[in-house]
């Protein structure tokens, strides 16, 4: 690296191999986040159709069976009333 003396503060000067390397590391940088914007984007759809399935076999499950989980029948109707596009929010108690 080479050092320019200018008004008696020296400053480093960047050599050619430097310069562009901060540059790169943010192009980089920013790939990856498109890149996991993209993936996400794709894997919505297996998401959501995943949410509309557990959401099924919850309501399908016996009160009994719901006990031992620690959810009310309540809960789930109202977990099952939800648009797929939300996450699940039943949460068990005692965990």
Known sequence: M???SFN???M???TAGEAGS???ARRRASALDFMTFVQR??????RWRQRVCDRRHLR???DHVLGDIGVTRAEVNREALQP?????RLRR???
């Open 2 to 4: 080479a050092v320019l």
């Open 8 to 10: 008696s503060r020296a």
């Open 12 to 14: 480093p000067l960047k």
């Open 22 to 24: 901060t540059d790169v």
């Open 41 to 46: 984007l794709l894997a919505l759809p297996s």
């Open 60 to 62: 399908a499950l016996d």
């Open 84 to 88: 797929f596009w939300c996450e699940m």
């Open 93 to 95: 108690r005692g965990w």
